[in-house]
């Protein structure tokens, strides 16, 4: 083991990727951990989800992006315990890491509110997996509307429901629109995949309760324009295979559905709530910890938490959002703060956030933004979410192929990477239209 200070960083996410990236040139030793070998754009996964792009085209092998710095190396495994006093990380295999500083950027999983039966019938949207699951009930729901001839089924498989009206829902929801009325309008001969009827219910007032109210509205009124039901004020009681039960204000109400969508929360992994409980941290209810300005966990100066793990407060107080901007400043920050440590100079201020505004797509040339206060909204926003979305892409090859994907996309409404692939649950597909019943 090397005399250097030896820095471990936990997530290659955002935040961590940032902060191995920000150590560069210090005088010091990296280990970054993940249970993944690769680095995932998750604002595009919707994209993965809806079949536009494919999975390699949003990853990064963490071991490639960091093959040119000498004093990163790359381990995979997944930590499960801390020893604190002792300033050691355990990994599942039983391997002991130890450290000087520690960065936990370990990100955030899916929370079904108490209700983990949901997850099998309303799968959440926060990895490759989750993607590819979703793109497999997606597809198939259409497909078993083909095959049915019962309508009152049929109409079942051709309801979607997305369960979360933020930036994922929201994206979700225009980008199943355009598969509905454009990329698959010719493929069928039972059905017309146009009669497809997509729904998003969220609990909230509105749709993207964190955006401005104007880009909120202007939201609301381009997904109705696609065609897409907004149902706000309404919560969830009981999702199964045959659809989502909810709680409206005049009463409880059903929606038949077979493919629902999760796209309401998010709570920290299973890591975070050891790591708070070891070190007698605060917590809010999901479990993001309270850190110092620093963002130390107070009495440990050694741990720092970024990312969405971290319950850190903007100038007026608000907690931060588990947005990819927080998990790359956070990651930054933390990474400084320890190089200055190192090195024996004078610690940086506390952390400050720079908001540098809001995105989310609607869909075809359609978005809403935020950019250091000024809001924008239709072709303009949708530029630049664009733009910024392809800088954020670790890899130029990357940025190249999805610029390319989309171009096609543009042009032609084909989405190239919609495959039935993996394993997902749905309700059991009907028998086959009878031939004599099929259209010319």
């Known amino acids: 083991m090397s005399d250097r200070h030896q820095v471990v960083i936990l997530g290659g996410g955002f935040a961590g990727l940032y902060a191995a990236q920000a150590l560069k040139r210090a005088p010091l030793d990296i280990t970054l951990i993940d249970r993944r070998n690769y680095h995932l754009f998750q604002p595009l996964l919707y994209q993965v989800a809806t079949g536009s792009l494919s999975p390699g085209e949003i990853a990064a092998p963490i071991r490639g992006v960091l093959s040119n710095q000498k004093n990163a190396r790359v381990l995979l495994g997944e930590a499960v315990d801390?020893?604190?006093?002792?300033?050691?990380?355990?990994?599942k295999d039983g391997a002991?890491?130890?450290?000087?500083?520690l960065i936990v950027a370990t990100g955030s999983q899916v929370s079904y509110f108490g209700h983990e039966e949901w997850k099998i019938w309303a799968p959440g949207l926060k990895s490759v997996e989750d993607a590819t699951t979703i793109r497999h009930k997606i597809l198939v729901a259409f497909e078993a509307a083909e095959r049915t001839a019962d309508p009152i089924e049929r109409f079942s498989w051709l309801t979607f429901v997305i369960v979360g009206a933020g930036p994922t829902g929201v994206e979700l929801a225009g980008a199943l629109n355009e598969i509905a009325n454009h990329t698959l309008k010719h493929d069928f001969r039972s059905i017309s995949s146009q009669d497809a009827r997509i729904i998003i219910v969220d609990g909230g007032k509105r749709v993207l309760a964190t955006y401005p109210e104007d880009l909120s509205k202007h939201a609301e009124q381009q997904l109705c324009y696609l065609g897409t039901r907004v149902r706000t004020g309404v919560t969830v009681t009981n999702v199964d295979e045959d659809g989502v039960t909810l709680k409206t204000p005049t009463g409880e109400e059903h929606i038949a559905a077979h493919t629902v969508i999760w796209a309401a929360g998010v709570t920290v992994t299973d890591f975070a709530r050891t790591l708070a409980k070891k070190t007698s941290a605060t917590t809010d209810r999901a479990g993001h910890i309270q850190v110092a300005p620093d963002l130390t966990i107070p009495n440990?100066?050694?741990?720092?938490v970024v990312g969405d793990l971290a319950l850190v407060n903007d100038k007026v107080n608000k907690p931060l959002p588990g947005v990819a901007q927080v998990a790359m400043q956070t990651g930054s920050y933390a990474a400084r703060a320890i190089a200055r440590k190192a090195q024996g100079r004078t610690p940086p201020p506390p952390f400050s956030y720079l908001n540098k505004g809001d995105?989310?797509?609607?869909?075809?040339a359609a978005a809403v933004a935020n950019i250091f206060g000024v809001h924008l909204s239709g072709f303009i926003a949708w530029?630049?979410?664009?733009?910024?979305h392809l800088m954020y892409i670790v890899e130029f090859q990357s940025r190249i192929l999805v610029l390319i994907e989309w171009g096609f996309l543009y042009l032609t409404f084909n989405r190239g990477a919609r495959l039935i692939?993996?394993?997902?649950a749905?309700?059991?597909?009907?028998k086959p239209e009878p031939l004599e019943n099929l259209g010319e």
């Not at 002991?96 to 500083?101: K, Q, T, V």
């Not at 530029?383 to 910024?388: G, Q, R």
């Open 82 to 91: 801390i020893d604190p006093a002792a300033k050691h990380v355990s990994l």
């Open 96 to 101: 002991a890491i130890p450290y000087d500083s």
């Open 300 to 304: 440990f100066p050694d741990i720092y």
């Open 359 to 364: 995105l989310a797509v609607i869909g075809r």
């Open 383 to 388: 530029l630049v979410w664009l733009f910024i």
């Open 421 to 424: 692939t993996g394993v997902a």
């Open 426 to 430: 749905n309700k059991s597909i009907g």
